[in-house]
C-alpha cells in the first residue's frame, strides 16, 4: 500500500511536470520509486473501475 507521503510526493512530482521540471537523469532511484509508484496507483484505478463496470452507473438523460 502506498503512504500519505507517498501519494503528497506523487502529486508534487506530477505538478512539477506542469511547470517544465523532471526528475533529474541521476536521480534513479526517486525515479524507479515515482515509475513504481504511478504504475501501482494506475492500476488501483482500473481495478477499482474494473468492480464497478458491473454496475449500471451510466446515467439517463430524459428529453424534456
Known amino acids: 500500500y502506498s ?3 507517498d501519494i503528497s510526493a ?13 526528475i533529474p537523469e541521476d536521480h534513479h ?3 524507479r520509486w515515482y ?4 504504475v501501482d496507483q ?3 484505478r482500473n481495478n477499482l473501475s474494473s ?6 452507473l451510466e446515467k439517463t438523460v430524459t428529453n424534456k
Open 3 to 5: 503512504s500519505v507521503a
Open 10 to 22: 506523487l502529486v508534487f512530482v506530477d505538478f512539477a511536470k506542469w511547470v517544465k521540471k523532471r
Open 29 to 31: 532511484h526517486l525515479a
Open 35 to 38: 515509475e513504481q509508484l504511478a
Open 42 to 44: 494506475a492500476t488501483k
Open 51 to 56: 468492480k464497478l463496470s458491473h454496475f449500471n
